[in-house]
């Protein structure tokens, strides 16, 4: 226990206690708090506010891939259209002729991000138009979605079977990935003849978090206890088996929650999702509006050139989204570069993400504590040693404004997620608690130091120095308020003869219980110390002469009273002789007030010891 009190009364070991305290109570205060009140979705919620403005600050040009080409349907489209081809939707032979158009200028992949739902009636042959020309074309891919209703409406409309060939072979060995949150219970099906004619089909049901804002891709869905695979990941992982000659027959989530397909290794996060690597509004892919590619088939048939700025090989081993980019037709998302993002261009963004594999990773929770940790130490240490809290306060700005800056770059540079908001909330705290600490200790230091200078080591009591101050103080306020004191000089009777029987260490023992027995006898208020040697002094606040050799007298009674165990287990009895002083009757300074108590203390002495000396004229009153 010796030893543990020496390591506390050194002012590092304290530090780093009291850092280590801090980091346990925030800890504590996160865990109660996530249990509680669910303060991680709070935290997450404003984590991915950071994540947008970070995402929005990149100094980099991002790239998009030049062979992405976004054919799309807006309302310049469907305004210039109307005449030919009349309201939305239109009838499904123009998509045909679409598809037999851009395959003649030898496209690679024609993507449809269009619901061909239902048939429609009166124009069943343009609808197997469409489904004969997407079979005749194995390049041509169409789209299809997922549903969650009610059981009822499942009972009364039959979920449907569908056909194995649209299944994903997936074999899933993460141990946190189960796509509870992509998991549905309805289909909603396209054109029969399509689904029987060709297995070029995927979904396009697209995921946002809390906020409404959409950051992450799906990958897979589940549907009756199957995978289904999203369109851009069916896309890519066909477009690299043809053209890199890859067998590709199943996918792999291993136990990092890496999905591995071909030669594709892309990190998912722990709900099966790819953190997309969104391009801001300045880098787009090549857009080319629907009624460009129209007309220039119909000038086609008629001989003449493409519609301007289009040309003859614009399109070939091109990538192709077809999709409705017009606001009017409600496919239409917010992400964080951008409110307004069509369905259409964020199949394409997901494509080139698959391709260049350049998604974002985000760093799990046992990094950021880490870092969390980290800056904690860094605050801890300068607020610690730099005594001037101006400068303290500036560092460790700096020190928080330095991590933003690298969690900034991590991200736009090498596609690394580091949260920001924990690191900020925790350093705010280390360092507000430091610096409460750090005054604490301060007080404490300063209380210790204090301490140490105005008490005696031996018996604990006040030392000679603070009696002085002390007495002039007592002085100083009896003349204000017009009142009394009185000072009691002790002495221990026959100390050196007690020392020279038991030894000097008894002596002290003796000394240090006499002390406490004094302390103990007389009010908080009253002062007790040690004058010199075995003589103590006592200040007792507001009595007269009469009061004070009452109080005297009780002290040597108590004293006289009391066994006195020594170290050894031996028992004595010690008495005390005492003189009394009261200001100002005594005396009107600190010298004449000791004076007169000394001389009291005297004829005690003189009188047989073991009592209160004598005033002047006033016979002695013995502790009997």
Do not use: W
């Given at each position: 226990m010796k030893n543990l009190f020496k390591f506390w009364e050194n002012k590092l070991f304290r530090q780093v206690?009291?850092?280590?305290?801090?980091?346990?109570?925030?800890?504590?205060?996160?865990?109660?708090?996530?249990?509680?009140?669910?303060?991680?979705?709070?935290?997450?919620a404003y984590e991915l506010k950071t994540y947008d403005l970070r995402l929005n600050m990149a100094g980099k040009e991002k790239q998009v891939n030049p062979n992405i080409i976004i054919v799309s349907i807006d309302n310049v489209s469907l305004e210039v259209l109307q005449e030919e081809l009349g309201r939305w939707p239109w009838s499904r032979d123009v998509y045909a002729k679409i598809i037999n158009y851009l395959n003649k200028n030898d496209a690679a992949i024609l993507n449809f991000d269009l619901k061909f739902v239902g048939a429609q009636k009166g124009f069943e042959n343009k609808d197997n138009e469409l489904a004969n020309a997407i079979k005749k074309y194995d390049n041509a891919y169409v789209s299809m979605d997922f549903d969650n209703i009610s059981d009822e409406d499942i009972r009364t409309n039959n979920a449907p079977d569908l056909p194995d060939i649209l299944k994903a072979n997936l074999e899933n060995?993460?141990?946190?990935?189960?796509?509870?949150?992509?998991?549905?219970?309805?289909?909603?099906?396209?054109?029969?003849?399509?689904?029987?004619?060709?297995?070029?089909?995927?979904?396009?049901?697209?995921?946002?978090?809390?906020?409404?804002?959409?950051?992450?891709?799906?990958?897979?869905?589940?549907?009756?206890?199957?995978?289904?695979?999203?369109?851009?990941?069916?896309?890519?992982?066909?477009?690299?088996?043809?053209?890199e000659k890859i067998k590709i027959d199943k996918y792999v989530i291993n136990e990092k929650n890496q999905l591995i397909f071909g030669n594709k290794i892309i990190q998912l996060d722990d709900q099966g999702f790819m953190i997309i690597n969104w391009n801001d509004i300045e880098n787009k892919f090549i857009n080319v509006p629907f009624w460009?590619?129209?007309?220039?088939?119909?000038?086609?048939?008629?001989?003449?050139?493409?519609v301007q700025p289009l040309e003859k090989g614009d399109f070939k081993n091109k990538i192709i989204f077809i999709g409705a980019t017009a606001t009017s037709l409600y496919d239409i998302k917010t992400t964080p570069v951008n409110r307004v993002y069509p369905g259409v261009e964020i199949q394409a963004t997901v494509f080139n993400n698959i391709m260049k594999n350049n998604f974002i990773k985000r760093m799990g929770s046992t990094v950021n504590l880490g870092i969390c940790i980290l800056l904690g130490i860094l605050i801890a240490i300068t607020v610690i040693k730099i005594n001037e809290p101006f400068i303290s306060t500036l560092i460790s700005i700096g020190i928080l404004a330095s991590y933003i800056i690298f969690a900034s770059i991590m991200l736009n540079q090498y596609n690394l997620w580091f949260d920001i908001l924990p690191q900020f909330i925790f350093v705010i705290l280390t360092f507000t608690f430091m610096f409460i600490v750090k005054y604490l200790l301060k007080s404490k230091d300063f209380e210790y130091t204090y301490r140490l200078a105005t008490t005696d080591g031996l018996t604990n009591l006040y030392n000679h120095r603070y009696f002085q101050e002390h007495l002039a103080k007592c002085m100083e306020k009896a003349n204000k308020n017009n009142t009394r004191f009185a000072v009691i000089l002790i002495d221990i009777d026959f100390f050196k003869k007690f020392n020279d029987t038991y030894g000097h260490q008894a002596g002290d023992e003796v000394l240090r219980q006499v002390g406490q027995t004094l302390r103990k006898a007389v009010k908080s208020n009253d002062l007790v110390a040690r004058y010199g040697g075995e003589e103590m002094v006592i200040v007792v606040d507001k009595v007269h002469t009469e009061a004070a050799m009452k109080v005297a007298n009780r002290i040597c009674k108590r004293v006289a009273d009391k066994k006195f165990e020594l170290s050894d287990g031996v028992s004595v009895n010690v008495t005390i002789s005492l003189g009394v002083s009261t200001y100002p009757i005594d005396g009107k300074t600190s010298t004449e007030l000791i004076e007169f108590a000394d001389q009291g203390l005297y004829r005690a002495k003189h009188n047989g010891r073991n009592q209160v000396g004598s005033l002047p004229e006033i016979k002695i009153i013995t502790a009997e």
């Open positions: 206690s009291y850092f280590l305290l801090i980091i346990l109570i925030i800890l504590f205060l996160g865990r109660l708090g996530h249990k509680f009140y669910n303060i991680e979705q709070f935290f997450e060995h993460s141990k946190s990935i189960n796509f509870e949150n992509s998991n549905f219970n309805y289909c909603n099906l396209i054109l029969e003849s399509l689904i029987k004619n060709t297995k070029n089909i995927g979904i396009i049901n697209f995921m946002r978090d809390d906020d409404g804002v959409s950051r992450r891709s799906p990958t897979f869905f589940k549907y009756k206890d199957n995978y289904y695979p999203y369109m851009p990941l069916k896309l890519a992982s066909d477009y690299i088996a043809k053209n460009k590619i129209y007309k220039s088939m119909e000038n086609e048939k008629k001989g003449l050139p493409p």
